[in-house]
């Protein structure tokens, strides 16, 4: 294995791991909560269950290097939705910090897509 592989291997785990955490809880507690805020933007509360498609299955496709493009996609298509429904409002706002309500608190306030180019960049 060549160190690009196992860079490569080192991230689809731990983002797998990490959305497919968030869809157990899901699976334990449900999904009244997004089922509020879907019916809140005037959609079918059943929608919700969606979810996961892109927390639960696309993890496990990524994590297992399954269609690992088509997992991705999902996972990326999920995050989305999940923006609009819970941050559009505030997508532009400035925190207390001069970040967003998306910023990355791991990286010193920076966008978390400036995070994920340097981990992609890194496994170059």
Known sequence: MQNADIGKLVLRLALGIMILLHGIHKLQH????ISGMVE????PGFLAYGVFIGEVIAPIMVIIGYHTRIGAALMVGNMLVAIALAHL???FALG???AGPLSCRGCSCSPPWRCASWAAAATR
């Open 30 to 33: 449900g999904v009244g909560g």
């Open 40 to 43: 809140g933007v005037g959609l």
């Open 89 to 91: 409002g505030d997508l």
């Open 96 to 98: 207390a910090w001069a």
